[in-house]
């Protein structure tokens, strides 16, 4: 399974209680320790990318798949759950990567 970068930082907030003025440093820690990880082969990282160009039947079916891709993460991560206004506030919210274990691939 693949993981993207804002769920993981997102978890470990609330793992480890970070503080709303702590966050920055904490995401910037979290991605140096994925670029380990990646440098290390221990992750692969790749980055998504939504087409949302065609006509509105297909944005809606992105919608759909985007939703169901939420309601997968969310199952994945147990009970953790973060609202959409929590997840557009995060300092990573624009960031697009994702993560997969190399042993998975």
């Known amino acids: 399974n693949d993981f993207d970068l804002l769920d993981a930082a997102l978890t470990y907030e609330q793992m480890f209680r970070v503080r709303k003025t702590d966050r920055w440093e904490s995401a910037m820690g979290l ?47 147990g009970n953790v759950a973060i609202s959409l206004r929590g997840r557009k506030s995060h300092p990573l919210y624009a960031e697009n990567r994702r993560y997969r274990f190399t042993h998975d691939s």
């Open 31 to 77: 991605c140096s320790l994925f670029d380990i990880a990646i440098h290390e082969g221990i992750l692969e990282q790749s980055f998504a990318v939504e087409d949302v160009t065609g006509d509105d039947a297909d944005c809606d079916a992105v919608v759909a798949d985007l939703i169901n891709e939420e309601e997968k993460m969310r199952a994945s991560l």
